[in-house]
């Protein structure tokens, strides 16, 4: 079991920054692969970015690659994902993840995560 808490989420004007966090615990989080999605009104969760255990393979979604990076710590059971230049059509709940993987895989189906933090609410107002 996992338990993760994302934070960091908040109000901003298109072009700002924010740097949201995932802190994790529970069994060792550095045995698991990790992903951040968001999901805005009306819409499905999507694949933002993911992370493998060791953090020498990440992957991004093509709306957001060049203005997120994801980065992990897993001395500190803790993810980040740094989004600059942030739009509008940024605007969603974003979740962190995780599953199980000692391997450089990556994912971008929410299916095949196990576990989910709460949500945090990332508001850009153009």
């Known amino acids: 079991q996992v338990q993760l808490v994302e934070s960091g989420g908040g109000l901003v004007q298109a072009g700002d920054s924010l740097r949201l966090s995932c802190a994790a615990s529970?069994?060792?989080?550095?045995?698991?692969?990790m992903g951040w999605f968001r999901q805005a009104p009306g819409k499905e969760r999507e694949f933002v970015a993911a992370?493998?255990?060791?953090?020498?393979?990440?992957d991004y979604a093509d709306s957001v690659k060049g203005r997120f990076t994801i980065s992990r710590d897993n001395a500190k059971n803790t993810a980040s994902l740094q989004m600059n230049s942030l739009k509008p059509e940024d605007t969603a709940v974003y979740y962190c993840?995780?599953?199980?993987?000692?391997?450089?895989?990556?994912?971008?189906?929410?299916?095949?995560?196990?576990?989910w933090g709460q949500g945090t609410q990332v508001t850009v107002s153009s």
């Open positions: 529970g069994r060792t989080f550095s045995s698991y692969a």
């Open positions: 993840a995780v599953f199980p993987r000692y391997s450089r895989y990556l994912s971008h189906r929410v299916a095949e995560y196990d576990y």
């Open positions: 992370i493998n255990w060791s953090g020498d393979n990440t």
